[in-house]
């Protein structure tokens, strides 16, 4: 079974541009998650899609959006790119959201604005 | 969410058995621990996870104390391909589906 697979997996940017990363989570499943890694702030939490509705969001500005589509496939936003936006996208997928159920992640997108 | 405190770094030989510790004294009777690793410029890779009993899969073992207050990964014969950070954290069960990060254990196998 193929694993998640974002792409692409490197992007560069100058301020004020726009980007949108994509990810294909594991077939079959419903819930893609993404997440922002920088060495200062470690691993944090964007928002979460289940069926194509937002279902959580963590504390990040407007800038940063998202959608999912009918095929699970998500994709992420980010408008008016800053410099401190240079990270790492991590994607993560699994097949609902109850508790026992594990996340999946995908080997990233590493944005750099310059 | 119940937050976790882990050493931030551990050696081990390889071939040994890695011992990661993890206290989570907060935890909620709904919330399960899970252990992932990442290792450099790679994505978290999912390791084990429990709510109660202890469990064992091809990976590791994941051994929960009875209270639930702390738990312990064990890699039973590490090789220097288990050098990454390791990752202790707990989620609730339930529709959050969100993971919360800390800063991990930089466990380092030595030949």
């Known amino acids: 079974k193929a694993g998640v697979t974002q792409t692409p997996r490197y992007l560069i940017k100058t301020r004020g541009q726009q980007v949108t990363l994509s990810c294909s989570p594991i077939s079959g499943h419903r819930s893609v998650s993404w997440y922002q890694q920088t060495p200062g702030q470690g691993l944090q939490f964007l928002f979460e899609?289940?069926?194509?509705?937002?279902?959580n969001k963590g504390n990040f500005p407007g800038r940063f959006s998202g959608r999912q589509f009918s095929n699970s496939r998500s994709e992420m936003n980010v408008s008016t790119l800053e410099l401190g936006d240079s990270a790492l996208y991590l994607c993560a997928s699994r097949y609902g959201t109850g508790g026992g159920q594990p996340q999946h992640f995908g080997d990233g997108t590493r944005l750099s604005i310059l | 969410d119940a937050k976790t405190t882990q050493p931030p770094s551990m050696d081990c030989a390889e071939g040994r058995a890695a011992n990661l510790p993890c206290n989570h004294s907060t935890i909620s009777g709904n919330e399960y621990v899970y252990w992932y690793r990442q290792i450099h410029s790679q994505g978290p890779q999912y390791i084990i996870h429990?709510?109660?009993n202890n469990e064992t899969n091809e990976m590791a073992s994941l051994i929960i104390t009875e209270d639930r207050k702390s738990s312990t990964l064990i890699l039973p014969h590490a090789t220097l391909r288990d050098t990454a950070v390791y990752y202790c954290i707990v989620r609730v069960g339930g529709s959050q589906g969100n993971l919360i990060f800390g800063k991990g254990t930089k466990l380092s196998v030595k030949p």
């Open positions: 899609y289940f069926s194509e509705t937002q279902r």
């Open positions: 429990g709510l109660k």
